[in-house]
């Protein structure tokens, strides 16, 4: 069973569209990771979310911690064929030490 | 800049052999991380380290064994390679509750 549920799987859409993937669980995690993997990459963080409600926006990407601290959202305006990757959540819980899990990744697709 | 490297980027092994993974760390992290990656499956933990010769399995470690000997250095080994073993193998490092650093990958096809 996944601890961290991702969805949608994939996604294709249009430059220039709007879109949101999400990462549900039904634990409570003391934060949240959001990470992007490119083709042929290892993945790189984005974000950490801490608060329950928190908000973060880094350009384009607006990421959101749920209130319960139990789910997250990324929303990306505007796409652009750049945001093409596999975005992966990391949920991190004190008591589980370093062995902390990832969500099954979302990938997108964002067509010129 | 932060560098985690892995010793190959492809990799192609027969049923039965022993095979090394090497990953190198430059930046004095504790803890070290190995995972495979497959398609619908996601980034799975396969053993971590938090010290010199320190290894905790993680959720996959059948088949598998690590040796972390220096601070620096975290190895993988496949004692006996299955066709069941083909996957990317990704190395990564971090200080202790911060994010992951990681390498670009190791694919490995056993055949």
């Known amino acids: 069973t996944q601890l961290l549920e991702q969805s949608p799987q994939f996604l294709s859409i249009q430059e220039g569209e709007n879109l949101t993937v999400y990462c549900n669980s039904s634990?409570?995690?003391?934060?949240l990771q959001w990470y992007r993997q490119e083709p042929g990459e290892g993945p790189v963080l984005l974000v950490t979310?801490?608060?329950?409600?928190e908000v973060k926006k880094l350009k384009r990407l607006t990421f959101q911690f749920g209130d319960a601290r139990k789910d997250s959202s990324l929303h990306i305006t505007a796409a652009q064929p750049g945001d093409t990757g596999l975005y992966l959540c990391?949920?991190?819980?004190?008591?589980?030490?370093?062995?902390?899990?990832f969500g099954e990744g979302t990938q997108l697709t964002v067509n010129p | 800049d932060v560098k985690v490297t892995q010793s190959s980027r492809y990799l192609v092994k027969r049923t039965g052999e022993k095979v090394f993974l090497e990953c190198v760390q430059d930046?004095?992290?504790?803890?070290m991380f190995w995972y495979r990656q497959d398609p619908g499956l996601g980034l799975r933990l396969i053993y971590f380290?938090?010290?010199?010769?320190?290894?905790e399995k993680g959720d996959i470690p059948e088949g598998y064994s690590v040796s972390r000997e220096k601070k620096e250095r975290f190895s993988l080994i496949l004692e006996s390679a299955s066709t069941n073993q083909t996957s990317m193998y990704l190395c990564?490092?971090?200080?202790?509750?911060?994010?992951?650093?990681f390498g670009s990958g190791t694919q490995l096809s056993v055949l």
């Open positions: 930046m004095d992290h504790e803890n």
């Open positions: 380290s938090y010290d010199v010769k320190m290894k």
């Open positions: 990564a490092s971090s200080p202790p509750w911060e994010k992951l650093f």
């Open positions: 990391r949920g991190c819980k004190e008591t589980s030490g370093s062995r902390l899990t």
């Open positions: 634990s409570v995690f003391s934060s």
């Open positions: 979310v801490v608060t329950g409600g």
